[in-house]
């Protein structure tokens, strides 16, 4: 375990404050468990399935965290968020609920089924070309200063982090003690949040994030120390094409993780395939990152209490098609 320099943004107090906000609200998604998978792993693994989570993915959680503390002058503005699509659809769904207008910044090449969520909700949707080297920081701060709207990022914030931590304290207590706790990692907003929990609620636990092989920023940012960034990586989980991680995630994960390790699509595509097929689970390419990692065996889990979070369900059946033919 590292430590790190920079100021700690987010506690366990606040991840517990952000459980109190979401009760009643988010779903307390269900622990599985699958022989096979053990069988194939080594290990006695709990899945956290926020696949079934609202709006599809454990983002609900950090988004409802955040909007449910602006005061009521900020809510009567709105909010702005920037996504690909699962923290668009939570930051549009949190919005709906909380009676906050939500205008979200997606790029043009989102997955359809992300976008028809969003609007769905009731958000505004603006797109931004990235191909073409837009920023969405900077389309979203425009949009910010139109409306007087409140930008709520997807992951370098403390109120998400500490909304995103509250799976793993869920799951700590579900399913007890745990020698691991896989979580995948994009900006690391779930990952920090989770590993602020476990150090919390199983000290002994060891949290390992996965990210893609294609976009390894931040196993290069953990083992330099150094804030490492990618540019828009060509991978299959789209939810893990964040350029770097922030300057709230970097410092926890530097305090609280022990490990990041890589998977490369294929084995995303096999553990995806395992997770529908054996465990009857539909999950996202970025959210079967952890469950690929477990597979990889990159980390000696034999014999040990291993922990998963399935992140996210939301998925473009045909593109899905096309990866298991």
């Known amino acids: 375990m590292n430590d790190a320099a920079a100021p700690v943004a987010v506690t366990y107090a606040d991840v517990e ?6 009760a009643g609200v988010a779903h307390r998604t269900p622990v599985a468990t699958s022989r096979q998978f053990d069988a194939l792993a080594g290990c006695q693994a ?26 009521a002058g900020a809510r009567r503005r709105g909010v702005v968020a920037f996504s690909s699509g699962n923290h668009a659809q939570a930051v549009a769904l949190a919005g709906r609920l909380l009676d906050v207008p939500a205008t979200i910044v997606m790029p043009a090449d989102a997955p359809a089924v992300k976008v028809a969520a969003t609007r769905e909700y009731g958000a505004e949707v603006i797109f931004y070309d ?58 690391a907003g779930l990952l920090s949040g989770c590993a602020v929990a476990a150090s919390h609620l199983s000290p002994a636990t060891r949290v390992v994030g996965v990210e893609p092989a294609a976009g390894d920023d931040a196993a290069r940012s953990f083992r330099t120390r150094t804030l490492q960034r990618v540019e828009n990586p060509v991978t299959i989980a789209d939810g893990a094409r ?12 530097l305090r609280h993780v022990h490990d990041i390790i890589t998977v490369t699509d294929a084995q995303l595509v096999e553990a995806m ?24 065996r990159a980390i000696d889990v034999r014999d040990r209490r291993v922990g998963i979070i399935l992140s996210g369900g939301n998925v473009d059946l045909r593109a899905m098609a096309a990866l298991f033919a």
Do not use: I
């Open 17 to 22: 404050a952000a459980a109190a906000r979401l």
């Open 130 to 187: 990235r191909a073409a080297g837009q920023s969405r920081e900077a389309v979203a701060e425009r949009v910010s200063r139109e409306k007087g709207a409140t930008v709520v990022p997807p992951f370098d914030h403390p109120d998400v982090v500490a909304g995103q931590g509250t799976a793993a304290k869920e799951l700590l207590e579900d399913a007890g003690p745990l020698d691991d706790l896989f979580v995948c990692c994009g900006g």
């Open 273 to 296: 395939r395992f997770l529908w097929e054996r465990m009857k689970l539909v999950v996202e390419p970025t959210g079967a990152l952890a469950a690929a990692g477990v597979l990889s």
């Open 46 to 71: 709990f899945f956290k399935c926020e696949n079934l989570q609202r709006m599809g993915a454990f983002k609900f959680r950090g988004a409802y965290n955040a909007l449910a503390k602006l005061d």
């Open 242 to 253: 964040t350029q770097s991680m922030g300057a709230v995630t970097f410092p926890l994960v």
